[in-house]
């Protein structure tokens, strides 16, 4: 049966077009958008009385296994840099996993970014004391969302060799599944925490497994400084010397076209602009790298920037307003063109690796979808797309979300059964981990 939804206002921010019409979608797929579009008998016709209707926003960088982190008990003392952030916040988070907490972290961490219009996540997960089959973990919580994925497992020194091998065996197990199923569902990148916690042994074994299956690195670079300090004290290279020596960056290279690189906001001008030029792409986060407090990315010279939240929840709407005001106050001369198009690039990196035409509303495109009850009160315009979304739209627009033609959420409500249900049963998966947590040693 196919779904065609009518009088909207068709918004595509990729192709900086708008049209009043309508869509028609059939199985997975748009089949058709115009002004008037065919409908059938038995089809399922929703009247969307003028209101705005996106494609479904895609997160270009995120940890879900942060998603039951909100009102976590405090670190044991206050971290005093970055590395402090990671040693007593997250790294005592992740280690606290088992496979139920990972599950539960997918599936709320899910159902957060589907009410948000995100249709699509690029992880990157960690879970030390749970590694084998965490991938497996973390996508049936996704799955039972409806939501696209594209998972990696962070490959790291920081739990010793024997952690680094798993970590690598778990990237190269979710790489072999995904490249069998090829559903346009899920797919995998080879993970890696960043550079400062691996030797180099660990980041070239990184490129070669991604090397192998036609796929990329997914890696922290430059978040803060103890990145290239770290580098050279410890490994006595220049963080992007030992990313190229690895093969991540090579330039021309194969993996380094799949890698997105996330952060790059300790890069001097030159190196920054040479590795977005030759990577997939630049994974900017601006909320958290202000609650990190490690700066502001030289977004405005990259090529190839996609907009992520680091784990910071999964609405885009809010990201890209963060973006915005955050350039704003950086005076780095960016135009809200520019931030749009951050989020047609996640969409465009999610797409090559799922096989799928994501983040724009074109016959053939996936039938990712959102139906808002925003009807501008402004006039829009190809040209003026960017001030609504950044001005007047959010994710309380959201009320119908389709994921590959398949409906997801219908009036703000999730498809799947007893959403409350699952929040309440998530509370009490929150505290179990928060208590493993806390009985980790200090
Ligand atoms: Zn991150």
């Known amino acids: 049966m196919a779904i065609t939804l009518t009088n909207a206002t068709l918004v595509d921010p990729a192709a900086e077009r708008v049209e009043t019409g309508g869509i028609r979608i059939e199985s997975e797929f748009i089949a058709e958008v ?54 007593l916040v997250w790294w005592r988070l992740d280690r606290a996993h088992d496979a139920e907490s990972i599950e539960v972290s997918g599936r709320i961490g899910a159902l957060d970014a589907l009410h948000a219009g995100t249709t699509t996540l690029i992880d990157h997960h960690a879970s030390p004391s749970h ?30 060799a024997g952690g680094a091998f798993e970590g690598l065996e778990e990237n190269r197990r979710y790489l072999e599944k995904c490249a069998l199923a090829r559903d346009g569902a899920h797919a995998a990148l080879v993970g890696a925490h960043a550079a400062f916690t691996m030797s180099d042994a660990t980041l070239s074994a990184c490129a070669k497994l991604a090397d192998e299956y036609r796929s990329g690195v ?20 220049a963080l992007v010397d030992r990313l190229a020596r690895s093969g991540i960056t090579d330039a021309g290279g194969p993996v380094a076209r799949e890698s997105i690189l996330a952060h790059c906001t300790h890069l001097s001008g030159a190196d920054a602009q040479k590795l977005s030029s030759i990577v997939g792409a630049v994974a900017h986060n601006p909320r958290s790298n202000m609650n990190n407090q490690v700066g502001y990315a030289p977004v405005g010279s990259l090529c190839g920037v996609q907009l992520g939240t680091d784990g910071i929840g999964g609405d885009m709407f809010s990201e890209s307003h963060a973006a915005w005001y955050k350039s704003r106050d950086a005076r780095a001369g960016l135009s809200p063109r520019q931030i749009v198009d951050m989020l047609g690039q996640a969409a465009r990196t999610a797409g090559r690796l799922l096989g799928r035409t994501l983040g724009v509303l074109n016959a053939g495109a996936a039938a990712d979808v959102l139906i808002t ?29 389709l994921i590959a033609g398949v409906w997801a959420m219908r009036g703000r409500v999730a498809i799947l059964p007893n959403e409350a249900g699952v929040r309440r049963q998530a509370a009490r998966t929150a505290q179990s981990l928060w208590n493993r947590m806390l009985a980790l040693p200090s």
């Not at 926003?57 to 402090?84: D, K, Q, W």
């Not at 991938?135 to 969302?145: F, M, P, Q, T, Y």
């Not at 009850?373 to 007047?392: C, E, N, R």
């Open 373 to 401: 009850d925003y009807v501008p009160a402004t006039p829009v315009a190809a040209d003026t797309i960017p001030a609504h979304l950044i001005f007047a739209m959010g994710s309380r627009h959201v009320r119908d979300v």
């Open 218 to 237: 997914h890696i922290h670079v430059a978040e803060d400084p103890c990145d290239d300090q770290i580098c050279r004290g410890r490994y006595g290279a």
């Open 131 to 160: 590694i084998s089959g965490s991938l497996d973990d973390l996508a049936r919580g996704i799955d039972s969302v409806g939501l696209r994925s594209v998972l990696c497992y962070e490959t790291t020194d920081r739990n010793g």
């Open 34 to 87: 115009g002004p008037s579009v065919r409908q059938c008998p038995g089809d399922e016709v929703l009247d969307c009385h003028g209101a705005v209707v996106l494609p479904g926003m895609v997160n270009g960088h995120t940890h879900l296994y942060s998603a039951l982190a909100a009102g976590m008990p405090p670190p044991p003392r206050v971290p005093a840099s970055f590395r402090e952030i990671l040693e």
